[in-house]
């Protein structure tokens, strides 16, 4: 999959796409990131790429030509047939929330156009005219789009096989449909006494069936204080048990253990 991004900062990839496990999708190029910066499409001895907003106000707006000449450059690079073309998205606080969901699907996509917006955002008019989608990470605001743009490729690349040291470890990752969408559990290493904090006994019992058992129960424990309604949507996908209900009735007299 490719993905093309757009930001005034491409500077700010180079540690990200060289540290870390992910490094490794994007040095196989099973996630192929190009970057491309809009100033090498504006006019002038400034490479000017924004201006003042119309109507007054503060800040300062990106101006549409130069990005709908970067956008060009990209689909020529593409090459794509027509009506094939790679999505091209914003990054923006109107956009839709990006969850697991959204991420495996886009894991399994063969990329986009990622937009890294600056200032008070894009001159309406190249929104209107070329993007397809607009995401968000949540309620908040960045300085730019480089942050979130980052946490999808991210995001995307641990799900790519030969990423991960263990091929399962996403599986069992918070919001996961392998753990019916619910939190994961806490987790204990080495040493087993730590500041006189011991690790549960059952994690050290070597009986596997109960410590997922446990493991299951700190789970549907620690969902339910932390986010009740991914619960909710578990119970209306059919996904707990008889087991699970009889422990979340029994809750209040059991303890979970804190991440």
């Excluded at 690079?77 to 109107?94: C, D, T």
């Excluded at 006189?196 to 446990?214: C, F, K, Y």
């Amino acid at each position: 999959m490719r993905f093309d991004v757009i930001t005034l900062f491409p500077e700010l990839f180079a540690p990200f796409l060289t540290s870390g496990v992910t490094r490794r999708a994007y040095e196989s190029g099973l996630v192929e990131v190009k970057l491309w910066n809009p100033r090498d499409f504006a006019e002038g001895n400034y490479r000017r790429v924004d201006d003042r907003s119309f109507g007054g106000g503060p800040g300062m707006v990106m101006m549409a030509e130069p990005l709908a000449r970067c956008l060009e450059a990209i689909r020529t690079g593409r090459a794509e047939p027509a009506g094939q073309q790679a999505p091209v998205v914003l990054f923006s606080p109107i956009g839709r929330a990006l969850d697991h969901g959204g991420v495996a699907a886009w894991s399994a996509s063969a990329g986009a156009v990622l937009i890294c917006g600056r200032y008070e955002g894009l001159d309406q008019r190249f929104i209107n005219t070329y993007v397809d989608q607009q995401l968000s990470l949540g309620d908040f605001v960045l300085s730019g789009g480089e942050i979130a743009a980052m946490a999808l490729l991210d995001a995307v690349a641990r799900l790519q096989p030969g990423v991960l040291n263990d091929e399962s470890s996403h599986q069992f990752d918070s919001f996961n449909p392998a753990l019916d969408g619910l939190l994961d559990c806490p987790h204990y290493t080495r040493p087993e006494t730590w500041r006189g904090q011991t690790a549960p006994d059952m994690l050290v019992s070597g009986n596997h069936g109960h410590i997922e058992r446990w493991r299951r129960e700190q789970r549907l424990a620690l969902t339910r204080q932390h986010r009740p309604e991914l619960l909710d949507k578990a119970r209306e996908a059919g996904s707990l048990t008889a087991a699970d209900e009889a422990f979340l009735r029994d809750l209040p007299a059991k303890k979970a253990s804190q991440p």
